[in-house]
DNA sequence: GGCATTATGAAACGCCTGTTTATAAACACT
DNA sequence: AGTGTTTATAAACAGGCGTTTCATAATGCC
């Protein structure tokens, strides 16, 4: 069949700078796929958000995949230069405090300037792309195993390692909740905190139910004989 | 515009039973939701399942928002019926206990049987429909009040009511990220369990990181003065 | 100036979605 | 047998999606 042809529309006025396009293309998607997730952002809201022809995402990315990937990569990459890395040398317990309000500003932090790395991550949890797999062994396992590791340290050889990372587990998913669950924990009546200070209680909270959780698990000695990892 | 005439297809097999093609669609829609969310279960891929037209799903819901709330509903129902509540007399740390089991064999367990429920409610806690309201006052709240009042008791007046709060979403933060991040968590090498059995260990591990956690607020006296909640 | 290269925009493509329409078969009742 | 209602179906509809096409405007180069 013959296709009608197309007239390209006439004089219109065109800006024309790959950089500055590319770049707004990356921040715009950056916030939508934040917001949405990877399925439920669209390449026309993004494009719009940017103020860039719908076509332009294929041009300078090939794909929504394509963009997707280096939205996360210069989300980590971001992530890597801003935010300062938890302390974990020194004292066991002030380790774990530490850890803890690390992965809640990861998550919880809405400042401007953040970087976004934290809600797509939640995101990949949720509902995963291909890229998970990448993102779990790039940031996700390493700072994990530090948990772990704190873990391990403030049980003082109390927990074999199995016991360990299902308590790290645990502690993670006390901080991730009230981001993944938003929705729920605010119906609920609690105000999910976004600034500094609120989030650092928040933290202590958290820190002292592990802390106090740990204690117990090695007073009772449960975190000897279990055999629940495979 | 003038439409087209169509004919209907002529001579087809009708079988004709309404009760059991609503039961088929309801069945084939709490399976399709239950897997993939409200948001990600086409009415088609449900119509499939039930091996139905699709137009069946408007001319029985109406929509397919109206498919979905009777799911829910059903769903509810079942749940009341087969699933015993958890024991919240009595000994108030064997109460938590029990509170921690009750919430995690809801969201794991994966029995053919078992209603699918808890899984309903973990999609619409991460993409929430018009329908979570209705869900936290019906189903979550009740629950939630519960675990604060247990979580009270343990302390035995150690902590204030918001602190009960704020620990009980952090127990809850513990059982549901197993599920919640279930694709992270066995990435990184546990296996989330499915099983009565396991699902009861892991029970007793969540329990006894919240009753020594609360031991720890209860002691350091981190549950009285916070003052976080709106 | 002339020409190839790169960048941009409007529209189309093909596929999917939930929903509606028109037809028709099956049933209930007279 | 005839009539009216209920139920079932295929096809159309309207709109969204990611992607592609193609004409053209802007640029770099000789």
């Not at 302390?87 to 774990?96: I, K, N, S």
């Not at 990372?165 to 006390?174: K, W």
Request: charged fraction near 30%; glycine fraction near 12%; aromatic fraction near 6%.
């Amino acid at each position: 069949m013959e296709r009608r042809r197309r007239d390209g529309g006439g004089a219109v006025l065109r800006e024309r700078d790959p950089e500055a396009r590319r770049e707004r293309l990356l921040e715009a998607a950056g916030g939508v796929f934040a917001e949405t997730g990877y399925g439920g952002g669209s390449v026309r809201a993004i494009a719009r958000v940017a103020r860039v022809n719908v076509a332009s995402v294929n041009y300078y990315f090939g794909s929504k995949e394509g963009l997707y990937r280096e939205v996360l990569l210069r989300a980590h990459r971001q992530v890597m230069e801003a935010e300062p890395e938890p302390e974990v040398g020194g004292d066991a317990r002030e380790a774990l405090r530490g850890w803890v309000g690390y992965c809640l500003r990861f998550v919880l932090l809405r400042r401007a300037s953040h970087p976004v790395l934290g809600r797509l991550m939640a995101h990949e949890m949720r509902q995963p792309t291909v890229a998970l797999s990448e993102l779990v062994t790039l940031v996700i396992r390493p700072k994990f195993e530090q948990l772990a590791v704190v873990v391990a340290a403030v049980a003082g050889g109390g927990m074999g390692r199995e016991a360990s990372e299902l308590a790290a587990h645990q502690i993670v998913g006390m901080c991730v909740h009230f981001d993944h669950s938003r929705e729920v924990v605010e119906r609920l009546g609690y105000r999910v905190p976004g600034g500094e200070v609120e989030i650092a209680e928040l933290a202590e909270s958290v820190a002292e139910m592990a802390l106090g959780g740990l204690a117990g698990m090695v007073r009772s000695g449960k975190g000897r004989t279990k055999r629940i990892f495979k």
